[in-house]
T-cell receptor, first 111, second 112 residues
Framework: DAKTTQPTSMDCAEGRAANLPCNHS???????VYWYRQIHSQGPQYIIH?????ETNEMASLIITEDRKSSTLILPHATLRDTAVYYC????????????WGAGTKLIIKP | DAGITQSPRYKITETGRQVTLMCHQT?????MFWYRQDLGHGLRLIYY???????DKGEVPDGYVVSRSKTENFPLTLESATRSQTSVYFC???????????FGPGTRLTVL
């Protein structure tokens, strides 16, 4: 499975867009990119996932580069409640369980 | 309560004791998962189950046993707890293996 690289931490002002980068330069053609977040002491929460095309839902947008070697999660209007650790994960479509979690990015939203 | 629940939420035990962590989901999801999360790290998969009576090992299964006699329950047993098993344990479920996983609130286990 491809591995991901994320910054250890990031800050963002409340009300601004938070852009979280993720590098997955060894990603294969059948590997999806998933994003989860974990608010302090809680269980992780699914955000969004994609394969090739950009995706948007009520929580966020996922922008995947054309070569698929990197992606960006965008929280359009960050609030204090978005402070969390954000995990970028790649997953093989034909695997039976793999979600390989890294250490993630600690996003701090500042007032 | 609807959703996925774990019990106990906190547990302190001693080395060598048997401990069982419970996980219960009300959605009738086919897949269930057990993860552990050590301080400052991401999650690592211990065991997963595709359906009742079907279980398989994940990344770090040693020292753990699971069973799934009913779709809604997926208990995790530490047969002889060790200090290295001190961790936060998360249970999750999903409809299909590729779908989003829904996580429980976690069990914080300390082995003295």
């Amino acid at each position: 499975d491809a591995k991901t690289t994320q910054p250890t931490s990031m800050d963002c002002a409340e009300g601004r867009a938070a852009n979280l980068p993720c590098n997955h330069s060894t990603i294969s053609g059948n590997e999806y990119v998933y994003w989860y977040r974990q608010i302090h002491s809680q269980g992780p929460q699914y955000i969004i996932h994609g394969l090739k095309n950009n995706e948007t839902n009520e929580m966020a947008s996922l922008i995947i580069t054309e070569d698929r070697k990197s992606s960006t999660l965008i929280l359009p209007h960050a609030t204090l409640r978005d402070t969390a650790v954000y995990y970028c994960i790649v997953r093989v479509t034909n695997s039976n369980y793999q979600l390989i979690w890294g250490a993630g990015t600690k996003l701090i939203i500042k007032p | 309560d609807a959703g996925i629940t774990q019990s106990p939420r906190y547990k302190i035990t001693e080395t060598g004791r048997q401990v069982t962590l419970m996980c219960h989901q009300t959605w009738s999801h086919s897949y269930m998962f057990w993860y552990r999360q050590d301080l400052g790290h991401g999650l690592r998969l211990i065991y997963y189950s595709a359906a009742a009576d079907i279980t398989d090992k994940g990344e770090v299964p040693d020292g753990y046993v699971v069973s799934r006699s009913k779709t809604e329950n997926f208990p995790l047993t530490l047969e002889s707890a060790t200090r290295s098993q001190t961790s936060v344990y998360f249970c999750a479920s999903s409809v299909q293996v590729q779908d989003e996983q829904f996580f429980g609130p976690g069990t914080r286990l300390t082995v003295l």
